[in-house]
């Protein structure tokens, strides 16, 4: 009933009261986020043949605006400039303007991202990529102001340069273009070694240990601010701890589970977990929730209670899988997408309090206690960044102590009159948008948690999403469709959503003992080989054969937030019985596996599945790479050399020369850059200390970046003699650039004997 009344709640909030000024191409869409500019002054089209054709006849660019439904900055952006007549108008006359939902077509996404953060330092949503009539990029960028401000040019700024470059220098739009696209082709293939690599025990516990060697020892995780959950490293961890115990990652694990479900991050009324932290603390989050967030946390902490028995962890899996179920659950079985991280351009407004409304709820008595729990005692912890004047006025829940049984049954109730009159306010916008590999990852969850917890309830949840997916998202010809919204669907899959869904319907046989779910998983698996595999090289490409709306058809391993498609793809291989199969998508990207498995998770995962049973894979050189054009990977690795060497027993140097005309971001770099990083595994380090670096400015930033340039030396300190001790492991993470653009980040691994 509550699902039907906050549906019908939004709808109406979202229903316009006056007849728009506008409405373009998009009113005929079924994504949300494409809707919500169906009535900008924007002449939008669709990514299609429409669009293309338009630009192909009146020899326009095609500015291509990416991002999704429940982005903030999207949103701003679009306030600012989408829906701006004057800007809107230009637009109009010089470009032919696309609007893709990332979430619908992340192939889309996924190729222009790679062009942006090869042009520019970082990438990120909204993404703003300029085309040439046959779809090669050009220029972008992520968030433009509408106007020039402290010094970085805004929107209108950079579309007149691209309008007159376009049409008054098109050998330089021609020789850039074509750039681009060798460097995209280049790294949608993943290359041979250079030397022979084994996929045997020891690569797996060299990549654990460089995976987990920045885990942050004062709150947990790893990496430092904004802060991710990692939910592929955690279940990495998890599962090499069934095969090969290791207390001292588990200690890693555990801490940061409890600062996770003790932090703000966690919304402690609703259940649910928010998209990261913007601070080291885990305490002030990006307010936005993922559906798959909350499947991957939810499988974690599912697994982290089987193996530790801690109850905690079965009561946080519970309270995130219930508020599924409550919140983003169609009526017909499917789970929705997300929920925006604003409310009315204000973000995290309706999981904001006061201590003034929590005891006007609670009583004076109950909300003092409730308060001293979550943190609220305080003061507030919570200050708008877009809004109001900069000093907290607000709180995030937060349990600032932990908590025990007894306090945790107390605030219950309490817990729930808050929810409660939460749901009286005001709710964020939520995406009902179905995505068939994100439902996947919620099944294979809620199946694998009805099992390990003993709740029929999940399982049933399980079956009847995949029943849904089953008899809604697959079309005549036995595959299946990317997402659906009010019956409609849309888009066909990619390697993800068949992956995903084999994964997942194996689960359910697993927790259900019926072979129904077998054989569709078998199913599944034929049309994922049929459709994506590459029988040649190995592996699997991202997109179908015979698609042909984009310049260059990708390999991807690395993981995003999300598991890699080829890792899940090998482990469902295996479990099938296709060994083969499994064996050569690992061999094929056992060169990256080397080089950057600490981005690799799920492949490392893949790897341990197939030892279990099978021979170390010995993977040789390849044969192509005398002629082969150079990667930005292997550029970004010559530009910065190393050395190491010990001071004293307990105290190393690492030296590194960065090539003339480059930089790489200092360790102090802001946060939304990538910044150097030493991580050193498996010892007890007592200091790492990286040098201040300097402030420089660049033509494609509005203020002074923090940048090492030439030698830089970084200390390390141990806190006892390493003399006689293994020889020590170290990764050097950086993002080499010029004045002009960036490189792909890389990290340099560095091996050096103890004194």
Not at 15 to 24: F, L, R
Not at 639 to 646: G, P, R
């Amino acid at each position: 009933m509550f699902r039907a009344i906050l549906l019908l709640i939004l709808l109406i909030a979202a229903a316009p009261t006056t007849n728009p000024a506008h409405t373009n191409r998009l009113a005929k869409e079924k994504s949300p986020y494409l809707l919500q500019h169906a009535h900008n002054p924007v002449d939008w089209y669709a990514w299609g043949e429409e669009a293309f054709a338009r630009a192909k006849k009146d020899n326009k660019p095609i500015l291509l605006s990416i991002g999704y439904s429940t982005c903030h900055w999207c949103h701003v952006m679009e306030r600012e400039s989408f829906e701006n007549e004057k800007i809107a108008k230009l637009m109009n006359e010089w470009f032919v303007c696309i609007k893709v939902d990332r979430e619908e077509r992340p192939d889309v996404d996924q190729l222009y991202m790679t062009a942006v953060q090869v042009l520019t330092r970082h990438g990120g949503w909204p993404m703003s990529v300029w085309l040439t009539p046959d779809l090669r990029p050009f220029y972008g960028g992520t968030y433009f102001p509408p106007v020039d401000a402290g010094g970085r040019p805004g929107f209108l700024t950079v579309m007149r340069a691209i309008e007159g470059a376009y049409k008054d220098r098109p050998g330089d739009v021609e020789k850039t273009a074509t750039q681009l696209v060798n460097i995209l082709k280049q790294v949608a293939e993943p290359q041979a070694p250079e030397s022979p690599v084994t996929i045997g025990p020891e690569l797996i516990e060299e990549l654990l240990e460089r995976s987990t060697a920045d885990y942050e020892r004062q709150f947990g995780g790893f990496g430092g601010a904004p802060k991710f959950p990692r939910q592929t490293l955690l279940e990495l961890i998890l599962v090499h701890n069934r095969h090969v115990p290791n207390e001292q990652r588990m200690k890693m694990l555990r801490h940061t589970l409890d600062a996770m479900a003790d932090g703000g991050i966690r919304d402690h009324l609703g259940g649910g977990f928010h998209r990261y932290s913007t601070d080291a603390q885990w305490l002030v989050p990006h307010f936005e929730i993922m559906l798959y967030d909350n499947a991957m946390l939810s499988w974690v902490y599912v697994e982290a209670h089987r193996q530790t028995k801690e109850k905690r962890y079965a009561d946080v899996a519970r309270g995130i899988l219930d508020f599924i179920l409550r919140e983003m659950t169609s009526p017909e079985g499917g789970f929705y997408t997300a929920f925006d991280a604003e409310v009315d351009a204000m973000e995290g407004l309706s999981y904001l309090w006061t201590l003034e409304e929590v005891k006007s709820i609670l009583g004076a008595k109950d909300g003092e206690f409730f308060a001293k729990v979550y943190g609220l005692d305080q003061g507030p912890n919570f200050a708008d960044p877009h809004h109001g004047t900069g000093r907290p006025d607000k709180s995030i829940l937060h349990l600032s102590n932990g908590i025990d049984d007894e306090t945790d049954a107390k605030v219950a109730p309490m817990r729930q009159k808050l929810y409660e009159a939460r749901r009286k306010r005001k709710q964020p916008l939520l995406d009902t948008k179905i995505i068939t590999g994100w439902n996947a990852l919620m099944i294979r969850a809620m199946a694998y948690a009805g099992k390990v917890l003993g709740e029929k309830r999940y399982i049933e949840a399980a079956a009847k999403a995949a029943d849904f997916l089953w008899s809604r998202h697959r079309h005549p010809g036995g595959g299946l469709w990317r997402t659906s919204r009010d019956g409609v669907t849309k888009h066909f899959a990619f390697l993800d959503d068949y992956a995903f869904l084999a994964q997942a319907l194996l689960e359910l046989k697993y927790a259900t003992e019926d072979e129904r779910w077998l054989k569709e998983a078998r199913e599944i698996a034929n049309q994922m080989q049929e459709r994506f595999i590459d029988r040649q090289g190995g592996g699997f490409y991202f997109t179908a054969q015979g698609q042909d709306d984009l310049i260059v058809r990708q390999k991807v391993a690395s993981d995003s937030p999300l598991p890699s498609g080829n890792a899940v793809a090998a482990m469902v291989m295996r479990q099938l019985g296709m060994v083969d199969v499994a064996r050569d998508t690992l061999k094929v990207f056992a060169q990256q596996l080397e080089l950057n498995g600490e981005g690799m998770s799920s492949m490392v995962e893949a790897a341990i599945f197939y030892l279990k049973d099978n021979e170390p894979i010995a993977v040789g050189p390849g044969p192509w790479r005398g002629d082969r054009p150079v990667t930005p990977q292997e550029v970004a690795a010559n530009i910065v050399s190393t050395q190491a060497a010990w001071v004293n027993p307990r105290e190393l140097h690492v030296e590194l020369a960065i090539a003339d005309g480059y930089h790489i971001n200092a360790h102090h770099a802001e946060k939304d850059l990538i910044a150097t990083q030493l991580s050193i595994g498996g010892q007890e380090v007592e200091s790492i200390g990286y040098p201040e670096g300097e402030e420089r400015k660049f033509p494609f930033s509005d203020r002074a970046i923090r940048v090492y340039s030439g030698a830089v030396t970084i200390e390390v300190k141990f806190k006892k003699s390493m003399t006689g001790q293994p020889p020590v492991r170290m990764g050097i993470a950086y993002q080499a650039c010029d004045e002009q653009a960036c490189l792909p980040p890389i990290t340099r691994q560095i091996e050096l004997n103890t004194p």
